[in-house]
Nanobody, 114 residues
Framework: VRLVESGGGLVQPGGSLTLSCVGSGIVTEIYAMAWYRQTPGNQRELVARIGRSGTTTYADSVQGRFTISRNDATYTVYLQMNSLKPADTAVYYC?????????WGQGTQVTVSS
């Protein structure tokens, strides 16, 4: 199984980014999927989750600003991030929910700074 995240970058506060996660060797439709993020010295935290039926949940810190979606036909999970804040700066990862150790990828860096 391989999950490859992309779409990160440097953005100004208030800006937007869309992250993508493409799976190979995994049939994403049988899993709840999620986006996580991690900053240096801190544990990885769950940011957004999407169930098999499409039900979504979000961390309080991103509620109303981030949107998770999935396209199981292409084994892809997305994270639309709007109104970005410096506190959103982190490496973002996708994985199943609950996360499986063997599925962690390299992540994609998101930096929010003026």
């Amino acid at each position: 199984v391989r999950l490859v995240e992309s779409g990160g970058g440097l953005v100004q506060p208030g800006g937007s980014l869309t992250l993508s996660c493409v799976g190979s060797g995994i049939v994403t439709e049988i899993y709840a999927m999620a986006w996580y993020r991690q900053t240096p010295g801190n544990q990885r935290e769950l940011v957004a989750r999407i169930g098999r039926s499409g039900t979504t949940t979000y961390a309080d810190s991103v509620q109303g600003r981030f949107t998770i979606s999935r396209n199981d036909a292409t084994y892809t999970v997305y994270l639309q991030m709007n109104s970005l804040k410096p506190a959103d700066t982190a490496v973002y990862y996708c994985n199943t929910e609950p996360a499986r150790f063997a599925f962690w990828g390299q992540g994609t860096q998101v930096t929010v700074s003026s």
